[in-house]
Nanobody, 118 residues
């Protein structure tokens, strides 16, 4: 089992920055991929960025060059640094952890709201 707790959301003006944090606990050494997803009202949840246990990263085209995913293994925390925020970045952001071994699965945090005002 993996538990995820997000923090760092809030209200920011367009062009501003926020850093989201995702603190993991439980069977953290079994995590293969950590990702940030977002869901805006009336839209499907979409992948924003992910990072593998090997350090490989992946980004949605809409955030490339603006967002950076990173992790601090000592703190069991994954971060999403969001710069040059736009109104279309407004959404609930969710942390996700994938465990690929038999008996593993997908784990989700409770979400944190990001609102970008123009």
């Amino acid at each position: 089992q993996v538990q995820l707790v997000e923090s760092g959301g809030g209200l920011v003006q367009a062009g501003g920055s926020l850093r989201l944090s995702c603190a993991a606990s439980g069977s953290i050494f079994s995590i293969n991929v950590c990702g940030w997803y977002r869901q805006a009202p009336g839209k499907q949840r979409e992948l924003v960025a992910s990072i593998t246990s090997g350090g490989s990263t992946r980004y949605a085209d809409s955030v490339k060059g603006r967002f950076t995913i990173s992790r601090d293994n000592a703190k069991n925390t994954v971060y999403l640094q969001m710069n040059s925020l736009k109104g279309e970045d407004t959404a609930a952001y969710y942390c996700n952890a994938e465990v690929w071994k038999p008996g593993g699965g997908d784990y989700w945090g409770q979400g944190t709201q990001v609102t970008v005002s123009s």
